[in-house]
């Protein structure tokens, strides 16, 4: 199972970015998958969330109203859309996958694809 993030980058306070996570090696269904952040010297936070079945989402009060997440189930591929963007967004996104088969259970991250919300 690989999980490649990508879309991240520079942007200005106020800007947007869409950040995409590709999930490939799938041979198990998925149950949800995830986005998480940590800024330096922070843990690692829950971003948003979204179950792969019935579409059930969950932000960070943080980011509600600013972030949406959405999936591709035929591209095994989830989004992370998010706008007015401020300085503390800052931080290395990771996009994390939960799944299942008959014998066993998954939880997998990407890499990390970094965000720098300018001021």
């Known amino acids: 199972v690989q999980l490649v993030e990508s879309g991240g980058g520079l942007v200005q306070a106020g800007g947007s970015l869409r950040l995409s996570c590709a999930a490939s090696?799938?041979?198990?269904?998925?149950?949800?998958m995830a986005w998480y952040r940590q800024a330096p010297g922070k843990q690692r936070e829950l971003v948003a969330a979204?179950?792969?079945?019935?579409?059930?989402?969950n932000y960070a009060d943080s980011v509600k109203g600013r972030a949406t997440i959405s999936r591709d189930n035929a591209k095994n591929t989830m989004y992370l859309q998010m706008s007015s963007l401020k300085p503390e967004d800052t931080a290395v996104y990771y996009c994390?996958?939960?799944?299942?088969?008959?014998?066993?259970?998954?939880?997998?991250w990407g890499q990390g694809t970094q965000v720098t919300v300018s001021s």
């Open positions: 994390n996958l939960k799944g299942t088969s008959r014998n066993a259970k998954y939880d997998t």
């Open positions: 090696g799938i041979t198990f269904d998925i149950n949800a």
């Open positions: 979204i179950t792969w079945g019935g579409v059930i989402t």
